[in-house]
């Protein structure tokens, strides 16, 4: 599935006004790949992901996901 970021502030991997769209895995790499050019994390770019991610998995998978990292910690 792809996911529209164009609608995501310019801070992160949407940074231009040209439409993209990429998949939650593309949009973690290019958080990495910012992160080590830049020395930080933008935590705007791992949220885009994230939000790729929710909806990449819908949210029966979203909400077993969450209740497993809950149950780990």
Do not use: C, I
């Not at 990429?22 to 958080?31: F, M, Q, R, S």
């Not at 990449?56 to 497993?68: N, P």
């Amino acid at each position: 599935m792809q996911v529209d970021t164009s609608s995501t502030s310019s801070a992160g991997p949407a940074q231009s006004q040209e439409y993209f769209t990429h998949t939650a895995a593309e949009l973690l790499v290019l958080a990495y790949a910012r992160a080590e050019r830049s020395g930080s994390v933008d935590w705007e770019d791992l949220n885009v992901a994230h939000r790729a991610a929710l909806s990449e998995l819908g949210g029966k998978r979203s909400s077993q996901l969450v209740e497993l990292a809950a149950d780990a910690g």
